[in-house]
Each structure stands twice: as structure tokens, then as C-alpha cells.
């Protein structure tokens, strides 16, 4: 029973994480827009910043200042944020599908470059001993679990009310305007490159804030945790869930990972161990039909975009 | 200080103008001026380079050569963004609405240097960008009612039909006070009615001081509003002066209507 309850508060934990995520990509995709294919390279610049700095110092290591927890996320968000500007200034002032190939190429290399800078990343060891926030006063794995729970829950909770707001306001008018279309927008006199860098860079702040997170959740983080199928399983939690609309990239995480979870439980104990590869490929088949049937049935995804009209426009 | 407009300068001066696409020369120096307080015409045949020639001043495209000089300032290969901002707007050939947004947001998405698209106002300022909300609210009504679309404020603008589309364009670029309105086609694809109703419009705004230069096929709203009316063939500006004197014009009949015999 206890083994059931942990199990289920540390997937809501996991889910909430990703939420995050799935909630940036949303600002940038469902809002805005803007094509990022680089989501699993601002996840590890967070959560890779976080590691670094906050894990308990180890002679072998350039980082592992062992900072306190806060300063990690903060600077995490930072350090996101300051590379999400660099690559949007670089590619937002070109064409939309440079971006993509951008971002993703950027994600691809932040991925290498954290397997392979051993002194600073553990390389392929990875970070460990990375301090759980609060670890000493709950001091049982379920009694942390429960309050990182709480924890994650006020956090996604103000960003969920932030960004409804935010999507309400003359500012998120304008973000509204250049997805519908961005040429109107620049001749109504709106510098569309400004309002894209600014969502482009807040939504990245947000997966690097996740990635601080996940990290001080879990306690390690290696570059494995963020190969190029983050980015598939958040765009597909978004699309399913229903791309402009922060309730439907919620839920769309719980589906998502609920169903890659799932199906990884069931390939573990049905496939043999010699076959792991096949059944790791299995679940991705599985997200990909999932993301096929949603785009040919339900392409507004499970709860569809919602019509959003500024807070001082409304009947 | 400023660049004061002397009396006899034109609110808009083209000089030299000129846009190729690869081969094709879409507009071949075209020298125009539209004066202060006028509603100047520019009519031509098909492929004429009319529609170049407005994406070439609003700055949606980069001119190959020539100086645009607005209010005393060069503009010619400034953004589209910072030109409507010196209050030079223009509307689309084809209607481009936000679709999905409200007519209502449409407009009120248009007044220049809200406090509230600045991100951090929102959460620093909110009482400041409310206020401006609600006057650009009131605003928006007061323009929509002008252009007849009050009943749809809270239409999303894909439900429009062509001819409120083209009111819509109006009327979103009446949301700032703009010193030169640029329409293009405004009358086409719109019916009878409603075509009075543009007509009236424009008069009344004109009346107000605003300077309109207007791309039109439909020959009635250009004699009965456009005084001077410029006429471009293949790229190059051919007649300039008074809607009637156009008429007789031997280079612009053989524009439209080929080679006449003598
Ligand atoms: N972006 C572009 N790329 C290539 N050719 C173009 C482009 N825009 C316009 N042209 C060409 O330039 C010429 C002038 O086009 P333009 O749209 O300016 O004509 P117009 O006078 O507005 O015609 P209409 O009365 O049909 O609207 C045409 O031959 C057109 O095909
Ligand atoms: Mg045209």
C-alpha cells in the first residue's frame, strides 16, 4: 500500500516537472508561435546549473560548489535564460523554421558537450549527491516526496495563474496577434522580433527552472536525462493535451507520461532483458501513434485551444 | 529640432523608386508626391506595380533604389513596425485579420506604447495598464461604431464577411491618428452598400485632415473621391493630375486598353 501511495506521489511529482515544461512550450508554441525543437537542451542547461552548482563538493569535479538550494534554481533559471537569448538572437530574426533547426541543434550539442566535459558534468557518471531541498526535516523518502509534492504543486500553480494572466493581458494580445499573423502585426506598428525573443526567453526560463528542479528532486542528473526525446514526449504532452490552452498542456503531461510510464512498466516485467532496446522502442512507437491519432482526430488536442480574450475586452 | 513640413513640401515624396523581382521590374523609378490633405488616387492595369509600390512605402518591402521621404524624413527601407509608428498606416490588398481574436481585440490590439505590452507593467503597474485598457476599449467602440462593425465587437474577425473584413482593416488603423492612410483596393469584393458606407467614411475622415492614397479599380469611387489621381503601367508612374484629365489621357488609354488607332 505505502509502496502504491509513493509510487503515485513521486509520478505527480514527475508529472508536475514536466508540467513546467510543457507550460514554457506552450507560451512559446501555443502563444506565440515559435518552433522550439531544443526543449530537452534548456531542461539540462537547468538542471545542469543546478547540479553544479548546489551538489556537495568532490575533489574530481571543476563544479559542486555546494551552494544553497535556491541560489541553484535561481541561477538555473538565469543561466537559461541568458542562453535562450543568445540562440534567439542568433535565429528569431530569421525564419521561423530556422529556429527549429537551431534550437535543436543547440539542444543536440548542450547533450554532448554534457557527456562529454567530465570535470564539469560527471560526464556519462553524471552529477550525484545533489541536496534535496528541506532533506533533514523530512527525513523519510515518502515524507519528502509529499512535500516536494507541495511544493511543486504552488509552484506550477503560480505559473499556471501567471500565465493566464499574462496570455490575458496587451502583452499577450500581441503574442496572440503574431501567431495569427505576424505581418498584420509589424504593420500595426508591434516589433514582432521583441515580443518573440521575450516569449522565447521566458518560456526557456521556465524548462530551466524545471530542470533545477527535477534535479533537486531526484538527486542526480547525467546527460542521458536529455537526449532529443524530452523534446518529442513535451511537444507531444502539448499537442495532445491542446496546444494554446495551459490546462490542456497539463493535462497532456499526465496523459503523456502516464502512458510512457505505463507502457515502460509493462515492457520490463513482459520483455526480456536481452531485448530492452526493442522494448525502449516500443514506448516511443506508442507516443508517436498517440501523437498520429490526436493530430488526424483530434488535432486541437484533448481539451483544443480556448478562445482567450483579454481580461478588458470581454462582453 | 524637428523637421518642419514647409508649406509647399508634400507629406509623402517618392523619388527614383524602383523594386525588381529577380528579372521582373515590378516598379521602375517611380517619382510621386501625395500632398497634405488630399485623397490622392493611383490606378493602373493589373501588374502595374501598384501594390509593390505600397509594400515599397509602408516598408514591407526593401526598395532596390529611390528615397521616400515622409513628413521630411526618409523612410525608404525602415521596418513596417517603425513606419506605421510615424503614423503612415496602411491596409491589405487581401484582408489580414487576427482571425481567432475579437474584432473588439483586433482594434484594441493597434493604440502605440501601451503600458501593458510591456510584460513587467502587468504585474508592476496594473492599475495604469486597466486604465488604458478601458480607453482603448471605449476608443475601439467609438471606431467600430464609425465603420458600422459596432454589432460584431465581440465576433471573432474569421467570421467577417470581405466587405467587413475591409471595413475591419480601416478601422484597426484608425485606432492611432494616422497622418497618411494607404488603402489598397478598399472597394474591391465589397457590396454596393457597403461601398457608400467606406466612401462616406473616408470623406468624413478627410474632412478631419487625414491624407488618403488609395489604390482602386472601381472607377465611380475614384472620380468621386481622388483628387490628383496618379496612373502606373509596368512599373513606371504615366499620367498624374485630375480624375477627369486621366480619362482623356492618350498613354493612359492605351494602358488599359492597348495600342489605340489614331
Ligand atoms: N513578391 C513578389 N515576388 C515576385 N514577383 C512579384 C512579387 N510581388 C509582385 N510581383 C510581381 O510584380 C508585378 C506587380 O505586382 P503588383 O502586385 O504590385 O501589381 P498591382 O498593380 O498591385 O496589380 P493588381 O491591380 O492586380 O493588384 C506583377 O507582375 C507581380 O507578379
Ligand atoms: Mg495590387
Not at chain 1, 552548482?53 to 537559461?80: E, K
Not at chain 2, 476608443?139 to 465576433?155: H, I, P
Request: proline residues 5%; hydrophobic residues 50%.
Amino acid at each position: 500500500m505505502t509502496g502504491v501511495v509513493s509510487y503515485l506521489v513521486f509520478f505527480a511529482c514527475v508529472v508536475l516537472i514536466l508540467g513546467i515544461v510543457t507550460l514554457g512550450l506552450n507560451l512559446q508554441w501555443g502563444f506565440t508561435g515559435l518552433f522550439n525543437a531544443g526543449v530537452a537542451g534548456f531542461y539540462a542547461i537547468g538542471a545542469f546549473t543546478h547540479a553544479i552548482l548546489t551538489a556537495a563538493p568532490q575533489p574530481q569535479y571543476l563544479g559542486n560548489f555546494g551552494l544553497p538550494w535556491i541560489v541553484g534554481v535561481v541561477a538555473a533559471m538565469a543561466a537559461t535564460a541568458a542562453a535562450a537569448w543568445l540562440v534567439g538572437v542568433l535565429t528569431i530574426r530569421l525564419r521561423g523554421d530556422y529556429l527549429a533547426i537551431a534550437s535543436f541543434g543547440i539542444a543536440v550539442s548542450i547533450q554532448l558537450v554534457t557527456l562529454n566535459w567530465e570535470a564539469l558534468t560527471g560526464g556519462s557518471q553524471g552529477i550525484t549527491r545533489i541536496p534535496k531541498p528541506l532533506a533533514g526535516v523530512f527525513d523519510t523518502p515518502l515524507a519528502f516526496n509529499l512535500w516536494y509534492l507541495a511544493l511543486l504543486a504552488a509552484i506550477v500553480g503560480a505559473l499556471y495563474v501567471a500565465l493566464e494572466r499574462i496570455v490575458r493581458s496587451p502583452w499577450g494580445r500581441v503574442l496572440r496577434a503574431i501567431r495569427e499573423d505576424e505581418a498584420a502585426a509589424i504593420a500595426l506598428g508591434k516589433s514582432a522580433r521583441r515580443y518573440r525573443l521575450e516569449a522565447f526567453v521566458l518560456g526557456s526560463t521556465m524548462m530551466g527552472l524545471a530542470g533545477a528542479l527535477y534535479a533537486s528532486f531526484i538527486g542526480f542528473v547525467s546527460a542521458f536525462d536529455f537526449l532529443p526525446i524530452v523534446t518529442f514526449q513535451v511537444w507531444a504532452m502539448l499537442i495532445v493535451g491542446g496546444s494554446g490552452n495551459n490546462r490542456g498542456a497539463l493535462l497532456g503531461t499526465f496523459v503523456v507520461w502516464g502512458i510512457w510510464t505505463a507502457s515502460g512498466a509493462l515492457v520490463t516485467k513482459l520483455v526480456p532483458p536481452t531485448y530492452a532496446a526493442q522494448g525502449a522502442a516500443v514506448q516511443v512507437i506508442l507516443i508517436g501513434l498517440l501523437l498520429v491519432l490526436t493530430l488526424l482526430f483530434r488535432p486541437q488536442g484533448l481539451i483544443g485551444e480556448e478562445a482567450v480574450v483579454s481580461r478588458h475586452a470581454k462582453d | 529640432m524637428f523637421a518642419r513640413l514647409s508649406p509647399t513640401e508634400p507629406l509623402l515624396l517618392v523619388q527614383g523608386l524602383a523594386k525588381s523581382f529577380g528579372s521582373l521590374v515590378a516598379v521602375d523609378g517611380v517619382d510621386l508626391a501625395v500632398r497634405e490633405g488630399t485623397i490622392t488616387g493611383l490606378i493602373g492595369p493589373n501588374g502595374a506595380g501598384k501594390t509593390t509600390l505600397f509594400n515599397l512605402i509602408a516598408g514591407t518591402l526593401a526598395p532596390s533604389a529611390g528615397t521616400i521621404v515622409f513628413r521630411g524624413e526618409r523612410i525608404e527601407g525602415e521596418p513596417p513596425d517603425r513606419i506605421f509608428r510615424r503614423g503612415l498606416a496602411r491596409t491589405f490588398q487581401i484582408p489580414r485579420p487576427f482571425p481567432q481574436m475579437t474584432v473588439l481585440e483586433n482594434l484594441m490590439l493597434v493604440p502605440l506604447a501601451q503600458s501593458g505590452e510591456r510584460f513587467w507593467n502587468n504585474w508592476l503597474r496594473p492599475g495604469a495598464v486597466a486604465r488604458e485598457e478601458r480607453a482603448a476599449r471605449a476608443r475601439a467602440m467609438e471606431v467600430l461604431d464609425f465603420c458600422a462593425l459596432a454589432e460584431k465587437a465581440q465576433t471573432p474577425a474569421g467570421q467577417l464577411s470581405g466587405g467587413q473584413l475591409k471595413l475591419l482593416e480601416l478601422a484597426r488603423v484608425l485606432m492611432i491618428e494616422p497622418k497618411l492612410i494607404l488603402l489598397d483596393e478598399p472597394a474591391a469584393g465589397v457590396n454596393p452598400a457597403l461601398i457608400e458606407t467606406l466612401l462616406e467614411r473616408i470623406l468624413a475622415l478627410h474632412r478631419r485632415g487625414v491624407t488618403f492614397f488609395i489604390i482602386e479599380h472601381n472607377m465611380d469611387v475614384v472620380m468621386r473621391a481622388c483628387d490628383p489621381v496618379v496612373v502606373m503601367a509596368q512599373g513606371r508612374v504615366i499620367y498624374a493630375g485630375s480624375g477627369e484629365g486621366a480619362r482623356r489621357d492618350r498613354r493612359v488609354l492605351d494602358a488599359y486598353f492597348g495600342d489605340l488607332p489614331e
